[in-house]
């Protein structure tokens, strides 16, 4: 059974994307920490982040650091904070999530989203993203 990310991946299930390319997709995460609570993926599918090849490694997290500025430039934080967990989806994933401070890098202040926020959300994201790539 495929994960769930490779079916977001496959476009069987939706999600409010940041932005994709050939190898790697970004977008926010439904029970986000705080808004802009953003997932990098490899569109390839691995379970362990550690397991993928040198080249995708590189490259999701090359993909990575833009979506990261944007997510800053976007929402107001002090830093995007990475974390690494994968205990729930079996899909390699890095999550990005706008912190003020430590208590912030805590999945038990995750909420449930309402769509039409998470679409405002990804929508000024990706109004950054242009300007963070240039
Ligand atoms: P982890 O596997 O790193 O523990 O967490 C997986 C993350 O994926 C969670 O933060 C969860 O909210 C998110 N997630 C699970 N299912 C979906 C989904 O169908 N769509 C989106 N956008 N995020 C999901």
Avoid: W
Avoid at 1 to 14: C, D, H, K, R, W
Avoid at 31 to 42: A, E, F, M, R, T
Wanted: proline share 7%; glycine share 4%; with cysteine.
């Amino acid at each position: 059974m495929a994960s769930i990310f490779t079916q977001i991946v496959e476009g069987n299930l939706p999600c409010h994307k940041i932005c994709e390319n050939d190898s790697f997709l970004a977008f926010l995460d439904i029970n986000p920490i705080k808004p802009g609570h953003s997932l990098v993926i490899p569109k390839k599918e691995v379970d362990y982040l550690f397991d993928l090849e040198d080249d995708l490694y590189r490259g999701l997290m090359a993909f990575a650091k833009p979506v990261a500025e944007a997510i800053r430039a976007a929402v107001s934080c002090q830093r995007v904070g990475v974390i690494v967990a994968g205990y729930e989806v079996p899909h390699a994933h890095v999550h990005l999530i706008p912190t003020e401070s430590m208590a912030d890098f805590s999945f038990a202040l995750a909420r449930r989203a309402s769509d039409p926020d998470l679409a405002k959300v990804a929508e000024s994201i990706r109004q950054q993203l242009p300007r963070v790539q240039s």
